[in-house]
Nanobody, 124 residues
Framework: QVQLKESGGGLVQAGGSLRLSCAVS????????IAWFRQAPGQERDFVAG????????YYADPVKGRFTISRDNANYMVHLQMNSLKPEDTAVYYC?????????????????WGQGTQVTVSS
């Protein structure tokens, strides 16, 4: 069982920054790829960014490339998502998820464990 808990969401103006954090249960941290997804009202849950088990490989969805950065803090069992140059279209509930596969997947169905989500609202 992998437990995840997101934090760091909030309200920010367009052009601003936020850093989301995902706390992962220590026993499971090194055995899982971790990804961030987001879901806006009435929309599907979309992949945002992911990081491999060892942290050497990252992958980003096109809408966030160059603006978002995902990273792993192995000492504290955390995964962070630094979000810069935020846009109103980034408004959504953001979820972190864990997958024990060695391959970094981008589809929600591949992830077995999810956090409860954190709201990010970007005002224009």
């Amino acid at each position: 069982q992998v437990q995840l808990k997101e934090s760091g969401g909030g309200l920010v103006q367009a052009g601003g920054s936020l850093r989301l954090s995902c706390a992962v249960s220590a026993r499971s941290f090194s055995d899982n790829c971790i990804a961030w997804f987001r879901q806006a009202p009435g929309q599907e849950r979309d992949f945002v960014a992911g990081i491999s088990r060892g942290g050497l490989y990252t992958y980003y969805a096109d809408p966030v490339k160059g603006r978002f950065t995902i990273s792993r803090d192995n000492a504290n069992y955390m995964v962070h998502l630094q979000m810069n140059s935020l846009k109103p279209e980034d408004t959504a509930v953001y979820y972190c998820a864990a997958d024990a596969s060695i391959v970094l997947h981008t589809t929600p169905i591949s992830y077995d464990y999810w956090g409860q989500g954190t709201q990010v609202t970007v005002s224009s």
